[in-house]
């Protein structure tokens, strides 16, 4: 899947980051059955006819989101008309929907936590130890018109502590598929386990940064701080990207997270009217200042369409969100998903509306009957939201560039070895490449945007003064190079190009299968 350009960068045009996520639910259950298991991750209509034509499966897993449901439908047809013999098993949060069973030809729809369902159904040890597979965090980065090569960066690691979350917040589609309000799953329980864990991979990933996929990491705080512990016993100078809530945030200092190397940070700011404890009593505008000020990338989310939003009052509260300055910005439309309780307020109230699931998923317009802004209206003010967030604070690229700079100037010289490392490294970027894609930045943005262009221009004056010849030379070489491919982008994505994953294919446990049919 595409996150960022779906629901967090798509206004920003050839600057928006574009990278895929490979589907870490079905990888997980793979890493944790002893029988031999196949994963396609992406496959086409031809690739999954051909896989199940070629090869006999007792069981057919297929995962899928709510909007993909006719995918799931139609590769249930092929399962069935070509490997008749297979049990088809149906999970992902497809499984929400009403009346899912008359919509899909499947043996089994399986709700929630999918490792322990198919360890008890194959009768293997649904209590065995959780195996993490070596997930790296996306693939395919693209950016300004240029795709990145594999292993520049240093990608991170995804890791996956725990799934659910306690909070429980109406609208929270992961959080209910979990157990909803007060319930998750703790995959690792100690930090001494998330410890063991990530320096394994670390060493075998060659990774010094970890994309902590869990719905809210540091409200887990003493698990958080054991690991940080561990870290410093070992010196771990390493980066995590995690999410949070703005409460379990404050329960740390911000000298804590930054020992923890929390380096991008997820935090849902959803309305300043919005009643959720979360949020309850907090400046979130302060807070996300004060984080950005150490050196912290946030990715601010903010939901359009609660319910008192009125056609009047909608302007003030999008300038409220961008007025965080975050570094980047979800803008989500308030939507009952399946599986939700909004979902079930809604159906009580008889306010959903009849709309295709394919556009269930909070980035076109309300599936609901809204008390003041029509649907119609949900889609303009949605759009209005991306593009002010852009106009105001300008391409994410040069907002993570100015964070990090702030985090560097922070923390160069900061006594302790681990944190000063930690910045050396994150900045190095920014004496090359992204200095060269200010350089663009600035020229592309000029005509457009002149006030967001000199911002960039002084930023990169500023980065330039820091760190002398090298980002220069890099924005002379390469800098036109970039502004070349960014319009050349635009042009393509303004025909409509989309870019879509590539299959892949992994086989786990075959000499197993091999050694049972010899
Ligand atoms: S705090 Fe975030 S992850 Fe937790 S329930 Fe609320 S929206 Fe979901």
């Known amino acids: 899947m595409e996150l960022y350009h779906n629901q967090v960068t798509r206004a920003q045009g050839a600057f928006s980051l574009r990278m895929h996520h490979r589907s870490w639910g079905i990888l997980m259950i793979q890493a944790n059955l002893s029988a031999p ?6 496959p086409t209509r031809e690739i999954f006819e051909r896989e199940l034509l070629e090869h006999q499966y007792d069981i057919i897993g297929i995962s899928s989101i709510v909007v993909n449901v006719g995918k799931v439908r139609e590769m249930c047809r092929i399962a069935r008309t070509v490997s008749p013999g297979s049990v088809i098993v149906v999970g992902g949060h497809v499984t929400a929907i009403p009346g899912l069973e008359a919509m899909i030809d499947s043996d089994y729809i399986v709700r929630g936590d999918g490792i322990s369902w198919m360890r008890r159904y194959l009768g293997e040890d649904e209590a065995a130890p959780i195996q993490h597979p070596h997930l790296p965090s996306s693939f395919s980065l693209r950016v300004m018109g240029i795709r990145v090569p594999s292993g520049w960066n240093s990608p991170a690691a995804t890791i996956i502590p725990s799934v659910g979350c306690p909070m429980g917040c109406n609208f929270c589609t992961t959080s209910a598929f979990f157990g909803g309000k007060g319930r998750f799953l703790n995959f690792y329980e100690t930090g001494e386990e998330l410890f063991r864990l990530m320096k394994e991979m670390e060493s075998a990933m060659k990774v010094r940064s970890f994309f902590v996929m869990d719905e809210n990491f540091l409200l887990h705080r003493k698990r958080a701080l054991e690991l940080l512990e561990r870290m410093k016993q070992e010196a771990k100078s390493w980066a995590l990207y995690v999410f949070s809530s703005a409460h379990a945030l404050l329960r740390y200092t911000i000298e804590e997270l930054v020992e923890l190397g929390v380096s991008w940070l997820w935090m849902g700011l959803e309305s300043p009217r919005a009643a959720y404890e979360k949020v309850k009593g907090i400046d979130t505008l302060r807070l ?18 609660m319910e008192h939003h009125t056609p009047e009052n909608i302007g003030g509260e999008i300038e409220h969100a961008v007025a965080h300055e975050t570094d980047f910005h979800q803008f989500m439309l308030y939507t009952p998903m399946p599986g939700t309780p909004l979902y079930q307020e809604m159906t009580a109230q008889g306010r959903l509306l009849d709309v295709p699931l394919a556009d269930i998923h909070g980035q076109y317009q309300f599936n609901f009957r809204h008390p003041a802004i029509s649907r119609e209206d949900s889609q303009k003010f949605l759009d209005w939201a991306f593009r002010r967030d852009f106009e105001r604070n300008g391409p994410s690229l040069f907002r993570i560039c100015r964070t990090t700079l702030e985090g560097w100037k922070r923390y160069r010289n900061h006594p302790d070895p681990r944190i000063r490392e930690r910045f050396h490294w994150e900045v190095q970027n920014l004496k090359g490449a992204y200095n060269a894609a200010l350089w663009a930045m600035e020229r592309r943005l000029k005509h ?12 990169r004056r500023e980065i330039e003064k820091e760190f002398g010849l090298l980002p220069r030379l890099a924005a002379a070489f390469f800098g036109p190079v970039l502004l070349w491919t960014s319009g050349r982008e635009d042009r393509r994505l303004a025909r409509g190009h989309t870019y879509e994953p590539r299959t892949f294919i992994e086989r786990r446990n075959l000499a197993l299968a091999r050694l049972e049919r010899a």
């Not at 298991?37 to 992406?42: N, P, R």
């Not at 457009?448 to 930023?459: A, E, H, I, K």
């Open 37 to 42: 298991a196949t994963v396609l991750d992406f």
């Open 448 to 459: 457009t945007n002149d006030v967001v262009s000199r911002q960039v221009r002084g930023l």
């Open 288 to 305: 996300a200042r004060e984080l950005r000020q150490h050196g912290i990338k946030v990715l601010g989310s903010t939901i359009v369409g």
